[in-house]
């Protein structure tokens, strides 16, 4: 198994552009997670999803949108970046809500 | 919203030593879940340890045990015989067993380990 993968690993953007992390998992988790984590801090929840076709937001969910078209696909979108949207994001899932979360290696994105 | 506090933004051991990362959370659910994650310089996050709040044995895995004191709200890690792969950012999270899908995540402690 390959676990939890995220692309790209590393991303520059300009303000005003686009782009979409891909997350994919193949244990088969119904739970999946997108988290981001700013310098010096905690991971905070931007979106979850509890099943394909099924998402809800979590703490820090504008500027952003997701999508769970299959059980194991789980991207997350900048619409329109922001300085602010500079961070680390990171994917998890869990077989249930209460499992263990599995993270992915992350994304650093950068937008100037 | 829970918080998460973790008091020591640094802390070092010389290796084969023993460190204890502290951390304290604020909640009014009596149900719920306590983590450990490790962050290494690769980024990724991996799970240390996992105590549920209604069991009052501490958790336990190989060289990691906590010392959860759930009046006190308190989740501490203790580290034994620290290895040079133990240095890494810690962090604690919290979960709650009844609502939501929240995890609430401490600002971490960089743990160093002098060989």
């Known amino acids: 198994n390959a676990g939890v993968t995220q692309t790209p690993k590393f991303r520059i953007l300009k303000i005003g552009q686009s782009m979409t992390l891909q997350c994919t998992q193949d244990m088969n988790h119904n739970y999946m997670y997108w988290y981001r984590q700013d310098p010096g801090m905690g991971l905070k929840l931007i979106y979850y999803s509890v099943g394909a076709g099924i998402t809800d937001k979590g703490e820090v969910p504008n500027g952003y949108n997701v999508s769970r078209s299959t059980t194991e696909d789980f991207p997350l979108r900048l619409e329109l970046a922001a300085p602010s949207q500079t961070s680390v994001y990171f994917c998890a899932s869990s077989y249930g809500r209460l499992d263990t979360q599995y993270f992915g290696p992350g994304t650093r994105l950068t937008v100037l | ?115």
């Open chain 2, 1 to 115: 919203a829970q918080t998460v506090t973790q008091s020591q933004p640094e802390m070092s051991v010389q290796e084969a030593e023993t460190v204890t990362l502290s951390c304290t959370y604020d909640t009014s659910e009596s149900d719920y879940y306590l983590f450990w994650y490790k962050q290494p310089p690769s980024r990724q996050m991996i799970l240390v340890i996992r105590q549920e709040a209604y069991k009052q044995q501490n958790a336990t895995e190989n060289r990691f045990s906590v010392n959860f004191q759930k009046a006190a709200k308190s989740f501490s890690l203790k580290i034994s015989d620290s290895q040079l792969g133990d240095a890494a950012m810690y962090f604690c999270a919290y979960r709650s067993a009844d609502t939501g899908n929240q995890f609430y995540f401490g600002t971490g402690t960089s743990l160093t380990v002098i060989p």
